[in-house]
Each structure stands twice: as C-alpha cells, then as structure tokens.
C-alpha cells in the first residue's frame, strides 16, 4: 500500500544516506593508500588496491541507490521496479565479490 510504501521510504532515506556518507568517508580516508601500495601501510598489490576501492565504490553506489529510492518512495508512495532491480543486482554483484576477495 502506498502508506507502507512511505513508511519504507521513510527507512531507507536514513540508512542510505548513512551508507553513502560512511563509504564516502572511508573511501576519501583509504583510497589514496589503495592506489599507491608501498607509499602507505597498505602492502598489497595495486590491482588489490583497486579491487577493494571498487568494492567500496560499489557499497557506495548502493548507498546512494537506497537513499534516491527512499525520497521515491517519500514522494510517490510507489516503488520503483527498475531501481528495485539495480539495487538487487548490484547486491549480487557485491556478494560475489565478497566471495571472490
């Protein structure tokens, strides 16, 4: 129902834009030791370096994604399919990497 649909809305805009400001902030904190290993206490290799800094920019995209739905939802009392797709494909994506890392 629509008023759920806001109530959800209501959830998500908070947990998105926690999401994304956290990721935000790590991403800003760590990444530039990621993208130069042996300059900073990160001894991996560049391509980990990436790898990791890809994975938090997805976390981050997923945050922002959250955050963009629950104004949707907010607005509307509706909920989008298309973004409802991307964010369970990006969390897939976001599993097997975690699986893989």
């Given at each position: 129902?629509?008023?759920?649909?806001?109530?959800?809305?209501?959830?998500?805009?908070?947990?998105?834009?926690?999401?994304?400001?956290?990721?935000?902030?790590?991403?800003?904190?760590?990444?530039?030791?990621?993208?130069?290993?042996?300059?900073?206490?990160?001894?991996?290799?560049?391509?980990?370096?990436?790898?990791?800094?890809?994975?938090?920019?997805?976390?981050e995209i997923f945050g922002v994604t959250a955050f963009c739905d629950g104004l949707w939802q907010?607005?509307?009392?509706?909920?989008?399919?298309?973004?409802?797709?991307?964010?369970?494909?990006?969390?897939?994506?976001?599993?097997?990497?975690?699986?893989?890392?």
């Amino acid at each position: 129902s629509k008023r759920w649909s806001r109530r959800l809305g209501c959830i998500l805009v908070p947990a998105g834009l926690f999401i994304s400001v956290l990721m935000g902030w790590v991403l800003l904190a760590i990444g530039p030791a990621l993208l130069h290993p042996g300059a900073s206490r990160f001894t991996g290799t560049q391509a980990e370096g990436l790898g990791i800094a890809a994975l938090l920019g997805a976390v981050e995209i997923f945050g922002v994604t959250a955050f963009c739905d629950g104004l949707w939802q907010m607005a509307t009392g509706r909920r989008s399919k298309w973004v409802i797709y991307f964010a369970v494909g990006l969390a897939a994506i976001l599993f097997l990497v975690a699986l893989l890392i």
